[in-house]
């Protein structure tokens, strides 16, 4: 009997040790809804592992941002291609990738005085580049708006870099992999 309780309480403590999240209080998207098994396991585990629910991932899309008003964030999404040094590179992807919550605060710090946050992400390829110019889906978004989108340096400090907006996309040429924040001014 001492030996079953022991085992047992032995597997509480196993089963119940937590696991740590990537960053301290950054939530993990509901995967477990209606629509996002979409019959294929391999996408489910590679949505969960991204941190997105299934039509983010399928979509190369960000649409729930981390303590941001879920109405409020323009959605973004980015397809094949990006001009690389100055020549299209059609079979180029930048993935779309969640961003860091602690970014997340500090674009909205950036935000105070400048205008409006519109979202955050976290933008990735493996191919090298001195300068790409990316262009992100953004619907809704209209030609002459005034977005300006600034590329995470370090910590705290963020840099403004060349943006063009038109009907429903965003260009943006930036020189590494990071986080971008999306700005209207007011």
């Known amino acids: 009997m001492k030996k079953a309780i022991i085992l047992a309480l032995a597997g509480a403590m196993i089963f119940s040790t937590p696991v740590m999240a990537k960053e301290v209080g950054a939530p993990v998207a509901v995967y477990l809804e209606d629509d996002s098994y979409i019959g294929i396991p391999e996408e489910t585990v590679l949505a969960i592992e ?15 941002i981390w303590d941001m008003d879920g109405e409020m964030v323009q959605d973004l999404a980015v397809g094949q291609g990006a001009v690389l040094d100055g020549e299209f590179a059609s079979g180029i992807t930048f993935d779309l990738i969640k961003p860091d919550l ?6 909205k710090d950036l935000s105070q005085g ?16 001195g300068t790409a110019k990316v262009t992100f889906y953004a619907p809704g978004v209209k030609a ?15 840099v403004a870099v ?25």
């Open 144 to 158: 002459g708006q005034a977005i300006t989108v600034y590329a995470n340096v370090n910590d705290e400090n963020w």
């Open 114 to 129: 400048k205008g409006s946050l519109l979202t955050v992400v976290n933008v990735h390829t493996h191919a090298g580049y």
């Open 162 to 186: 060349p943006t063009e907006v038109s009907d429903n996309h965003v260009v943006v040429e930036i020189t590494s992999n990071g986080h971008l924040a999306f700005i209207e001014a007011k």
């Open 50 to 64: 991204e941190d997105k629910v299934i039509g983010e991932h399928m979509n190369n899309a960000v649409i729930d």
């Open 102 to 107: 602690k970014r997340v605060y500090s674009a």
